[in-house]
């Protein structure tokens, strides 16, 4: 099972995550995924600032073994960027 890994990942840091998703501030990981189908097998999930906000970066390998990333608000769950091993 993948869990969610902070970047920088002070104990702190994992309480202030784990409480943000609690009041609803931000979305669980399992909510990212619901929303966000990767069409693979996800490698890594962490949670990072991306220019000013909130982001879940997911790492995945599609059906072809192709390497994919993406980046995720948080907050609404909206993708940001993708990007493949190609691009």
Do not use: F
């Amino acid at each position: 099972e993948i869990g969610v890994r902070l970047v920088g990942s002070e104990m702190c840091i994992r309480d202030r995550v784990r409480a943000w998703v609690e009041q609803g501030e931000i979305l669980s990981l399992e909510s990212i995924l619901q929303l966000t189908p990767l069409g693979g097998e996800l490698l890594d999930a962490e949670v990072e600032w991306e220019k000013g906000m909130l982001t879940y970066e997911l790492k995945w390998l599609d059906a072809q073994g192709q390497r994919h990333e993406a980046y995720v608000d948080a907050r609404t769950g909206k993708v940001i960027k993708v990007e493949s091993e190609n691009d």
